[in-house]
């Protein structure tokens, strides 16, 4: 546990951190999932405006660090590919 003013104040900013980082991970994994089961459903429409969606979020996380920019870039093509492949 922490002892000192500084140390509870950053556990306490480490914990809502954590918590958001949470939130933002979780919504990153939704809005991929929502691509995928389009592009499986073979729904060209759904599929795009999912990915259109996704690509910004995805974006926004690599910016803010929370994905590396490799895997924000990596999940973008590979589903462009499949969107485009419909």
Same mark, same amino acid.
């Given at each position: $546990?922490?002892?000192?003013?500084?140390?509870?104040?950053? /556990?306490?900013? *480490?914990? !809502?951190?954590?918590?958001?980082? &949470?939130?933002?991970?979780?919504? $990153?994994?939704?809005?991929?999932?929502?691509?995928?089961? /389009?592009?499986? *459903?073979? !729904?060209?429409?759904?599929?795009? &405006?999912?990915?259109?969606?996704?690509?910004?979020?995805?974006?926004?996380?690599?910016?803010?660090?929370?994905?590396?920019?490799?895997?924000?870039?990596?999940?973008?093509?590979?589903?462009?590919?499949?969107?485009?492949?419909?």
């Amino acid at each position: $546990m922490a002892n000192t003013v500084q140390a509870r104040k950053r /556990a306490r900013q *480490a914990e !809502d951190r954590r918590q958001r980082n &949470d939130g933002r991970r979780s919504e $990153m994994r939704t809005e991929i999932k929502k691509v995928i089961k /389009a592009i499986e *459903a073979g !729904d060209k429409a759904a599929a795009a &405006d999912a990915f259109k969606s996704a690509v910004p979020l995805l974006d926004s996380l690599a910016t803010k660090g929370l994905i590396h920019k490799n895997k924000a870039a990596r999940h973008q093509s590979r589903l462009g590919q499949h969107v485009r492949a419909l």
